[in-house]
């Protein structure tokens, strides 16, 4: 098999006169990191939320395991097994680790679950991450550390069963020690077998973690690569030029515009 | 572990007290009945042991829930993580990982990054163990106090040189040294699949089992012996080569030199191949197909029959050879399907007369996780810290 478990073919996304994505086409594959990088602007985050169901695409498709899905709201992506995990720490500060692991998802009322149990689920979710570095689940969010934050809302993406998480930015309001933690859960995310979308701006950290790296420059896909086929210095010119060598955008006396 | 008698009451109770660590790192929290119980000592004894490591910030005493029985309830001990922290380094092919692990076993921080090319080099992986290491142990404000680390190869145990890790692509690097140089700890080096099998007897689903193997499929495959509680280790420390176990003579040429190696049937590569899957894909896009592929057990069969015939043969082997109560599959082989598991298992256990004499080998699948060598890593630290916290 080994088909992506996300395919989008043509995107296109405008803000009234604004053409942010151009012909958008970009695979998830489950059990691997894809990193999406680009420079400032270059519409990742524009990307992220259209396949969230926060903005509407004008055009484009995208399939979900083989099937053509329409996402039309974050309610949609949510029912197929889409998690997004912003950079700005979107979770409930008034509210525990349980209760923000459940918020928004309730699920048929056939099987709500009580407090135990959903403190169970929490718990349980957070050991098979090997996450142990929070004390109780009923601690509030807010008093936790920026990377306990994310760590709880990555994990709220495995206790509901996701197949494809896209994180924004997860480590960009972190310090070195804290990112580090988070990408080693993004790491072992992808290695349970959930597709991982991490948009990063550190070169180093995309190439620790990622196992394909996705290029948008001026929101056109310059390239889909292999980390392990590529230089540093290469993804750095695909994203500030939009070609490096035979990679990328083809040479403008060839191009056809 | 002494086998010296002791005497003197110093040494008496050094012994204990190392005896009374060693039960709640391995065993967690634990009342001072069920202690003096466990180790043979009397309460006396136990609660000046307790009250002497309580003083010394190592365990911690809570009263448990009130339970059904009446009197006054034991006191709990709790082992407190932070008194005693290793680092916990786990080297794979594709990627590395490291922790700090605290008493009682508890993985207090990680980080992992994946290897390519330049960056899998000896030197790289020892500066990025080294850095990472530290920016973990400042943020966490601990300092770890002994090092023990995984490595997929052929390992000497008195110094951790590594003699050969083929899948690395390393020869001949005094890890060992070079990273007790910079730690200032004392560095325990392990062949991989002898630290699996570590954490298998101590935490996992062989805990206790005196006798066990755990075997795992990584991009080579490696075999660990705990024979009669210890484990079996060869001249210098050199063992643990199961992967290089023949079993299919005019089979693939492997690395080591000889063709038909067990690994060259049952390890990544096999498997992706048995899969149809890419030589380019990942750990993960497999543990996906072997997932999806387990919901059909008729479809599971027909796909890996010749891969678990292969897999059943060398374990049949391997049976015979250290007939271990209980046999432990970890890494990929945690994740085939659930039919393959079990006929693997009858098969084993129908074919190996080991098995039948000693009434059916136990097989089944690690618990661990990805973490096990990891968490043996870090096992093998502790060893030499539990005497002197
Ligand atoms: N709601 C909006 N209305 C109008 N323009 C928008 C809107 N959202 C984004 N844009 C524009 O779309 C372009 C792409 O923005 P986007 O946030 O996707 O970039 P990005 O790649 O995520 O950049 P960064 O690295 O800075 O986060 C920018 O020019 C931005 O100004
Ligand atoms: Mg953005
Ligand atoms: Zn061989």
Redesign the interface.
Known sequence: ??EPILHITGLNKTFGPVHVLHDIDLDV????VTALVGDNGAGKSTLVKCIAGIHGADSGTVEFQGKPVHIRSPKDAAELGIEVVYQDLALADNLDIVQNMFLGRERGSSWLLDEASMEKAARETLASL?V??VKSVRTPVSALSGGQRQTVAIAKSVLWDSKVVLLDEPTAAL????T??V??LV??L?????GVVLISHNMADV?????RIAVLYLGRMVAEV???DVTHGQVVELITAGRSGDIGLARPEHAVL | MTSTPVSRPDEVRRYNRSSLLRLLHVGGPVTRARLATELGLNRSTIKTLVDGLAEAGVVEERVPRPGRGAGRPSLLVLPQPQAAVVLAVDIQVE?V?IALVGLGG?????????L??R?REPGEVITHVLE?TS??A???DLTPVACGISVPGVVRRADGRVHEAPNLRWSDVALGSRMSGALDVPVVVGNDAELGALAEYLRGTARGTSDLVFVSADIGVGGGVIAQGAPLRGASGFLGELGHMIVHPGGRPCYCGNIGCWETEIGESALRTALS??A??????????L??LGADPVASVKVLGEFAEWLTLGLVNVVNLFGPEQVVLGDLFAALPPVILEQVSDEVRKRSMVSRAVGGVRIGKSSL???VKLLGAAEAAFEGVLDSV
């Open positions: 098999m080994s594959r489950a059990g691997e090997s142990r570095t310090g070195v020690a804290q580090r933690q990408l080693d790491r072992r992808a290695e349970q077998g959930l190439f620790e973690v990622a196992d292999h980390t392990k | 990627h990982a508890l993985i207090l921080g990680r980080n992992s990054w994946n390519h090319r960056t990472s920016l973990l400042a943020d966490l899957l890419p380019t894909s990942p750990r993960g896009a497999i543990i996906v197909e997932r999806e996780g990805a973490d």
